[in-house]
């Protein structure tokens, strides 16, 4: 880390130097360094606030400016500035141009604050486009986790009289006042988010605390799939999580 640093300031000096000028390098160094300590604690916030003003003036709606904003909006939530969190998030969007890898990382931290809230249906809505994103994007590890998560709060309520989440995305509107809100899950949502989990959690049935096996024992149960868990039922002795393999024995 301490060689890190040593060569950030090596490249921050160049990219102010006469000969060197370069602002989009500037910027982008300025940024690292406020992530990886190498300014003071208290500094942080408005470091990361002026990387954001010079990218929006040198390369708005690129990979480089969103990230910057998701950087702030991340650094406001860990200071519990959640509103603040929120208002930076709201400036990535396909409207500014930002890739889509960007908007969905944004929308799944959205999505994280609004369960916080207990604000359910916007957090649902989130999840599922960041999913969407993700896998469009070829984001395995990202994917695996919006669904797991989305599937987590859609095992609390599920209708057959309930819109489909794409239906549920495309008729949202702002809402007239505040308050929460909850709209049960579409069973045939679910089916596609189970089905597109059990190859990737199945493959490895290890682990003390595997929660995500336990949501699809759960949602086996609800949607009325036992086949769903066969698999694990068969190879049960390589479960090592107790409380899946009761779940799976009872």
């Not at 910057?68 to 406001?76: D, P, R, S």
């Not at 916080?116 to 999840?127: N, T």
């Not at 599920?158 to 049960?184: F, H, K, L, Q, Y």
Request: hydrophobic share 45%.
């Amino acid at each position: 880390m301490e060689e890190a640093v040593l060569l950030s300031d090596e490249i921050l000096s160049r990219s102010r130097s006469p000969d060197e000028r370069d602002h989009l390098i500037e910027a982008r160094v300025r940024m690292e360094r406020a992530l990886v300590g190498a300014i003071a604690i208290e500094e942080v916030g408005s470091e990361l606030r002026w990387c954001v003003d010079r990218l929006n003036a040198i390369c708005p709606g690129s990979a480089l400016h969103g990230l910057a904003l998701l950087n702030l909006a991340i650094w406001h939530s860990n200071n519990g500035e959640q509103m603040m969190a929120m208002a930076v998030h709201s400036d990535i969007s396909v409207r500014s141009g930002h890739p889509t890898d960007i908007r969905s990382l944004s929308r799944l931290e959205i999505a994280r604050i609004l369960v916080g809230m207990s604000d359910l249906d916007p957090a649902m809505r989130h999840l599922w486009s960041a999913r969407r994103g993700f896998i469009e994007s070829g984001m395995a590890a990202e994917a695996l986790v919006s669904s797991l998560e989305w599937l987590d709060i859609a095992l609390d309520g599920v209708s057959e009289d309930a819109p489909s989440m794409e239906r549920r995305i495309e008729e949202a509107a702002p809402r007239e006042g505040p308050g929460n809100t909850w709209i049960p899950a579409n069973p045939s949502d679910i089916i596609d988010v189970v089905e597109y989990l059990i190859p990737l959690l199945l493959a490895d049935l290890s682990g003390l605390k595997r929660g995500d096996l336990g949501l699809i024992v759960d949602a086996s149960e609800i949607i009325g799939k036992p086949e769903w868990i066969s698999g694990m039922k068969s190879r049960i002795s390589e479960i090592q999580d107790v409380s899946v393999t009761e779940a799976l024995q009872s």
